[in-house]
């Protein structure tokens, strides 16, 4: 299963951005896709999560300024961030839980995607 992120960019202090991820490939089923970042010098961390069902899950940083959605039938993933702050800077990765399809039956998968750099800087 491949994931294709887009929306990154530079963006200036109190502003927006909207990151979108589509998945694709032989896939059976998506349970999970969510949004993970990494800044220089830091462990990657979970943004935002939202299940097959529409349950989204934020870290506390991003609360109230970031928002997931997902389009099932397109297998795709969106964040939107309002209010943007410099320590939002970082490489925006997606990833992706499911079942895919084999020769043989089903197997699960998580996969991500190769990241797409967000710079909040004036």
């Known amino acids: 299963v491949q994931l294709v992120e887009s929306g990154g960019g530079l963006v200036q202090p109190g502003g927006s951005l909207r990151l979108s991820c589509a998945a694709s490939g032989n896939i059976f089923s998506i349970s999970a896709m969510g949004w993970y970042r990494q800044a220089p010098g830091k462990q990657r961390e979970l943004v935002a999560a939202?299940?097959?069902?529409?349950?989204?899950n934020y870290a506390d940083a991003v609360k109230g300024r970031f928002s997931a959605s997902r389009d099932i039938a397109k297998n795709t993933v969106y964040l939107q961030g309002n209010s943007l702050k410099p320590e939002d800077t970082a490489v925006y990765y997606c990833n992706a839980k499911g079942q895919a399809y084999t020769f043989t039956g089903k197997l699960e998968f998580d996969s991500w995607g190769q990241g797409t750099q967000v710079t909040v800087s004036s």
């Open positions: 939202i299940t097959s069902g529409g349950s989204t």
